[in-house]
């Protein structure tokens, strides 16, 4: 499902809030790690989880010992989501560890529909309180040092220009966070010098790494078009700066930004389930980046402007359900209103730096692949994603394209960037070939 469904239905019930507060640990993981676990004992635990997933995202309750007592992907309706955490509770006083075999059950929906049990594999081992001194918790960012760290808050704005006080809604806000790489801010700093104190153009994708995250809504309606199904895409986008201060002592230099970007992407090819979305974001940008000799040290920028957004499939336009029924397809969005975003980003922290091309643990790290190519597996892997959702709602079981991803994280920690790239074709090959077997006439 989609997280910020999750989090404007489930999360935002108050008794689901005083159920989990009293009776559970909530923890947030991330999706990439559960379908593709990494190595070492908090791997374990990932992969332990991964085993018996009905799908990439989705609720799950574990014991004390990481056995799975149950997943939801939806629920029957609000009531449902709490019923869900009673009957959770009440298979962890029956399963609390590892002693006895555990039964993982699965719903798409609950409590209606029911998916086939997973069995227990029989492997137990214990679940330490901490990482070990040298060992890195997978869940924390690794970026090379020199990397440029933001965070992005964008909110829907009302008819007389204020900020709305609901921000459940996906389409009322958002925040995400968003990096640029040491070798785009030389990029910029390059521009920056030859102009010498005069107005200048800042480099493209400089400005792409700004833009992109500034959006409202779910991640499948990225106007930029990093998902590959965003079949139409018009950019219009300029940027220019110019030197307003500078300070020889700390070698630091001070530009003043302006900028106005226009995104429209869309996407309406029918079929499947039926998606269908438009988005248009339109922003006039101003702010400050503040540079040093070789690295970007603060960039502090404000968008304001209009924002049209239009998402929904047939099912989801033409039905009254409670949102509680659909998570993994969202809710249907038609927002056509002023926007306001901000954003911060300064130097990664040294928690977050991992030196040279090896992690602390030795594996290869990821984000030596280029950015282009990480863009390119990234709109593949949204794609799929996408395509197992519509298999999802139509009952199949994406089983096939769960053992066939098995080894797309080894891979890509090996830096086996074409073998990984090879596999995720593969998948959206098993995706497309369905769909055309759907469309062909009976």
């Known amino acids: 499902m989609f997280a910020g469904a999750a989090r404007e239905v489930v999360f935002s019930n108050r008794e689901v809030v005083r159920k989990i507060q009293q009776s559970f640990v909530p923890v947030a993981l991330k999706a990439a790690l559960v379908n593709n676990p990494p190595g070492g004992v908090e791997g374990r635990l990932y992969a332990e989880i991964s085993r018996s997933k009905p799908a990439p995202q989705g609720i799950c309750v574990a014991n004390s010992a990481g056995k799975v007592l149950a997943w939801a992907l939806s629920f029957d309706d609000e009531e449902s989501i709490a019923g869900f955490l009673d009957y959770a509770a009440k298979r962890f006083e029956e399963f609390p560890d590892a002693k006895k075999p555990v039964t993982a059950e699965r719903f798409m929906r609950y409590p209606s529909h029911k998916l086939r049990d997973v069995a227990d594999n029989g492997k137990s081992f214990d679940v330490p309180g901490r990482h070990a001194v040298d060992d890195r918790c997978p869940g924390r960012p690794s970026v090379e040092r020199g990397t440029l760290v933001g965070r992005v808050i964008g909110r829907a704005l009302d008819k007389g220009g204020h900020l709305l006080t609901d921000t459940l809604r996906q389409e009322h806000y958002m925040e995400a966070r968003f990096e640029i790489p040491l070798a785009v801010q030389k990029q910029f700093i390059d521009e920056t010098r030859k102009a010498a104190g005069k107005q200048f153009q800042l480099p493209e994708a400089f400005v792409h790494s700004i833009v992109e995250p500034a959006y409202l809504g779910q991640l499948d309606v990225n106007p930029m078009g990093s998902v590959p199904e965003s079949e139409?895409?018009?950019?219009?986008?300029?940027?220019?700066?110019?030197?307003?201060?500078?300070?020889?002592?700390?070698?630091?230099?001070?530009?003043?930004?302006?900028?106005?970007?226009?995104?429209?992407?869309?996407?309406?090819?029918?079929?499947?389930?039926?998606?269908?979305?438009?988005?248009?974001?339109?922003?006039?940008?101003?702010?400050?980046?503040?540079?040093?000799?070789?690295?970007?040290?603060?960039?502090?920028?404000?968008?304001?402007?209009?924002?049209?957004?239009?998402?929904?499939?047939?099912?989801?336009?033409?039905?009254?359900?409670?949102?509680?029924?659909?998570?993994?397809?969202?809710?249907?969005?038609?927002?056509?209103?002023?926007?306001?975003?901000?954003?911060?980003?300064?130097?990664?922290?040294?928690?977050?730096?991992?030196?040279?091309?090896?992690?602390?643990?030795?594996?290869?790290?990821?984000?030596?692949?280029?950015?282009?190519?990480?863009?390119?597996?990234?709109?593949?892997?949204?794609?799929?994603?996408?395509?197992?959702?519509?298999?999802?709602?139509?009952?199949?079981?994406?089983?096939?394209?769960?053992?066939?991803?098995?080894?797309?994280?080894?891979?890509?920690?090996?830096?086996?960037?074409?073998?990984?790239?090879?596999?995720?074709?593969?998948?959206?090959?098993?995706?497309?070939?369905?769909?055309?077997?759907?469309?062909?006439?009976?």
């Not at 006039?284 to 040290?297: A, L, R, S």
């Not at 998570?327 to 901000?342: N, Q, S």
């Not at 922290?349 to 692949?369: F, Q």
């Open 232 to 442: 139409k895409v018009r950019r219009s986008i300029e940027f220019l700066g110019q030197q307003i201060s500078k300070d020889d002592d700390a070698k630091t230099v001070e530009i003043r930004v302006t900028g106005r970007s226009d995104i429209h992407g869309r996407h309406s090819k029918g079929g499947g389930d039926g998606r269908d979305w438009a988005h248009l974001v339109t922003l006039d940008w101003h702010g400050y980046i503040k540079v040093t000799e070789d690295q970007v040290k603060r960039l502090t920028l404000i968008a304001e402007g209009k924002e049209k957004l239009r998402w929904g499939n047939q099912r989801l336009l033409l039905t009254d359900e409670v949102d509680a029924r659909h998570l993994m397809a969202g809710h249907p969005i038609d927002l056509d209103c002023g926007v306001r975003y901000g954003l911060i980003a300064e130097p990664a922290s040294p928690k977050e730096i991992v030196d040279g091309v090896a992690n602390r643990d030795g594996r290869p790290n990821v984000l030596a692949a280029t950015p282009e190519i990480a863009k390119r597996l990234q709109g593949k892997m949204q794609h799929l994603q996408a395509g197992i959702k519509r298999w999802q709602k139509t009952g199949r079981n994406p089983a096939r394209i769960g053992k066939l991803m098995q080894q797309f994280g080894p891979l890509m920690q090996q830096q086996k960037i074409k073998e990984a790239e090879a596999l995720l074709d593969q998948a959206l090959e098993l995706i497309e070939n369905d769909g055309k077997q759907e469309s062909k006439p009976k």
